[in-house]
């Protein structure tokens, strides 16, 4: 099972909406003591058991557009199939402080979603969108994802990666569908 956080890499963008997909990888490797700090796959890597399953967790390291050369290395090198992915992303579409699992999908705007996509093959991977807030119509879609939350929104985003969290837990313990009924519509 391989749970990938996706996010650009560098202090630049630490704090910023894109990076919510590390920030969650961040707070399940504290959970399940993995420490994600091995230089694989073109990324930060770490593996471990969690609920009887080899868990490995990955915050690929080259930019988002290019996600999927990470991810696609880290699955030939352990044949892991698509379905035993899940994708951790910012999403600018559901409603602010919630996640949305999905069994598998389009990538829409997403660039980190279009590479793994090209990179593998295969859209039919689970992916839990983490959501970032609605951009202002006036404003570039890449400025307002590479923008950092504002003091109220940081409160609630901690909640929203709690969620995350216990949303990724849940679905290595129990799988997908579990997951899906317990946090989606939340």
Do not use: W
């Not at 099972?1 to 909406?17: E, F, H, Q």
Request: aromatic share 8%; glycine share 10%; hydrophobic share 40%.
């Amino acid at each position: 099972m391989l749970i990938v956080g996706l996010g650009n890499p560098g202090d630049r963008y630490k704090n910023t909406r894109h990076n919510v997909g590390f920030m969650a990888v961040d707070a399940i490797s504290d959970a399940l003591n993995i420490p994600v700090s091995s230089i694989k796959f073109k990324g930060l890597y770490g593996e471990g058991r969690a609920f009887g399953k080899k868990v490995r967790l990955l915050k690929p390291t080259t930019y988002m557009n290019e996600s999927g050369q990470s991810v696609r290395a880290c699955m030939d090198y352990f044949k892991i199939a698509p379905e035993d992915v899940l994708v951790l992303v910012d999403d600018i579409d559901i409603a602010f402080g919630t996640i949305r699992l999905r069994k598998s999908g389009s990538a829409g705007t997403h660039n980190g979603l279009k590479s793994i996509i090209y990179q593998v093959q295969s859209d039919q991977f689970p992916r839990l969108k983490i959501a970032v807030g609605k951009k202002n119509p006036h404003m570039d879609l890449a400025d307002f994802v590479l923008s950092t939350f504002s003091g109220d929104e940081e409160k609630i985003m901690d909640e929203t990666i709690e969620k995350a969290k216990d949303a990724t837990l849940l679905f290595i313990k129990e799988g997908l569908d579990a997951a899906m009924n317990t946090y989606n519509g939340k």
